[in-house]
């Protein structure tokens, strides 16, 4: 992959309680003309199947007109993987485009509708601010959601405006195409363009819209949404909806609903061993922040760890440390036991023997987390083969890193290069253990070569780190520059190169700045 993204020409900025507009500096799109006004159909294969399901599960409703829409940024090589041809656009053209102010052919723009367990209180829910047009289909046969967020009130909105502020947006593209550029399962960001209108938060912002793409939007939340209204039949129809789009393979199965379930368990068994091992913490892990097809979504309070601690927390919002690094796999397993639960009717007519079933499954999840885990923090020590003491090992290297206060990306990248010249690697504890560590390696089946070689394609060396996040959020938020996020996107996409352009964004954050909080942004 390489950072494909283009910027446009403006990125809007509150002035005196308006929004102004400035040139950005960076490569900016073609200028219209006439004979690019008839390539609007662009590639567009938009099909509608979620709202052929029971009409209970979405309310058909158009974005809100903006009054000035702009395009921030788009992601070339993710349209290109669309099927789509948007360069030859127009400028003013793909501004309404990525705005909703004129719809692509075949979208049938519908609010989703759902519920959750927000920190562990059950309520119901539904897509408030965001949109879908529809699902893609790729030149390669893949069905994709596309989806605005932040373009209006919809019957889900609960008193919210529906709108969504640039920086929260640029946020969530930063995050969801590095977890795309570290081969993490992930919704994607495909745009995100200004309106050219205030949202009121806190204080004035400038409004913008982000075009969001996921294998589907579908949620444990949809299935508690389907489960609490009680109607059996709709119910159904969603569940095999999302089998026939996800597991089609399990049409006509004797256990349907019963593998359909495991599926779901061992997708985000994997995806939250795949956090794990790079320190992301995701912060709000409701129940309708998780998806069906194992894809992380929703990046509001999230973050990546630097020094290594369990209990680290980012989010404003969650005092309890409910969401913490260390309590990630346990979480989703409650998660899961959710969804379970909305499966029962339908997995046995007998209750008991339905609890029974799914009980018997959910109890492999910790140790299907655990070997995914363990399968990946081997390959980040480059290890192949498997010894019974691997587990012992790698947790004391854990504890020498949280007792040290050792960053977690840069130890493992240190590893991965052996360039553990700092001060701390002097330690006893830590020269005891790389002993232990360095007689395994030797027993291993790959040589010293090739397992260097497996330790840098899994080790990053550049992550988003938050303050550069911060920084790359200011400058265009307050400088209307895009040239430093540009420049962490590349950089992210260059991480396990290990490019001497990019050195500076390998470095933990300078010492003495404040607790790193996170918001939602909404």
């Not at 910027?7 to 809007?12: D, L, Q, T």
């Not at 068994?269 to 998806?291: E, K, R, Y």
């Amino acid at each position: 992959m390489r950072n494909g993204f283009v910027f446009g020409p403006n990125v809007c900025k509150i002035e005196c309680g308006q929004v102004g507009v400035n040139s950005c500096g960076e490569k900016e799109l073609r200028s219209e003309s006439p004979s690019s006004t008839d390539k609007f159909d662009a590639g567009w294969k938009l099909e509608n199947s979620y709202a052929r399901l029971p009409d209970v599960f979405f309310q058909e409703v158009d974005p809100a007109p903006v009054a000035a829409p702009e395009v921030c940024t788009w992601n070339q090589s993710l349209a290109s993987q669309l099927g789509l041809d948007l360069i030859d656009l127009p400028q003013s053209e793909l501004a309404r485009l990525l705005t909703g102010q004129r719809m692509p052919p075949g979208a049938k723009p519908i609010a989703q509708a759902y519920a959750g367990h927000q920190f562990g209180g059950f309520t119901m829910l539904g897509d408030g601010r965001a949109i879908l047009l529809g699902e893609q289909r790729t030149p390669t046969g893949e069905l994709l959601d596309i989806q605005f967020k932040g373009a209006g009130r919809t019957p889900f909105s609960r008193g919210g405006d529906g709108r969504a502020a640039l920086g929260p947006m640029l946020r969530e593209l930063i995050i969801s195409e590095s977890l795309a550029m570290l081969g993490i399962p992930t919704t994607r960001s495909l745009a995100v363009a200004t309106t050219g209108e205030v949202v009121q938060r806190e204080t004035p912002l400038a409004g913008a819209i982000l075009t969001r793409v996921a294998a589907s939007h579908l949620r444990v939340g949809t299935f508690q949404y389907a489960a609490a209204r009680q109607e059996i039949g709709n119910l159904q129809a969603l569940v095999d909806y999302a089998i026939d789009r996800h597991d089609s393979d399990l049409v006509g199965h004797p256990k349907t609903y019963l593998e359909f379930f495991r599926r779901v368990m061992d997708r985000q068994a994997a995806l939250i061993a795949q956090w794990q091992q790079i320190g992301f913490i995701h912060g709000v892990m409701n129940t309708d922040n998780m998806t069906i097809s194992g894809e992380s979504i929703d990046f509001g309070p999230c973050a990546f760890m630097d020094h290594y601690d369990p209990d680290t927390v980012f989010s404003s919002i969650d005092h309890g440390g409910r969401y913490a690094y260390g309590n990630q796999p346990q979480i989703g397993q409650w998660n899961l036991a959710r969804f379970a639960e909305t499966l029962l009717t339908l997995i046995d007519d007998k209750a008991e023997a339905a609890v029974e079933m799914v009980t018997d499954v959910l109890k492999d999840y910790l140790p299907c987390y655990q070997r995914y885990w363990m399968d990946g923090m081997r390959r980040k020590l480059g290890l192949q083969s498997e010894e019974e003491h691997d587990l012992e090992m790698i947790e004391g290297l854990l504890n020498w890193m949280q007792n040290a206060n050792a960053d977690f990306t840069v130890t493992f990248d240190h590893l991965s290069t052996k360039k553990l010249c700092d001060d701390r690697y002097q330690d006893g504890i830590f020269q005891t253990w790389y002993q232990r560590y360095s007689e395994r390696c030797e027993r291993d089946s790959l040589d010293s070569s090739s397992s260097e070689a497996l330790m840098r394609s899994v080790n990053p060396s550049v992550i988003p780190r938050n303050h550069r996040v911060e920084e790359a959020l200011a400058a265009v938020v307050s400088d209307n520059d895009l040239s430093v996020m540009n420049r962490l996107l590349t950089a992210m996409d260059s991480t396990y190169e290990r490019d001497e352009k990019y050195a500076e964004y390998r470095s933990p954050p300078p010492t003495g700045l404040a607790p790193y909080r996170t918001f939602c942004g909404t």
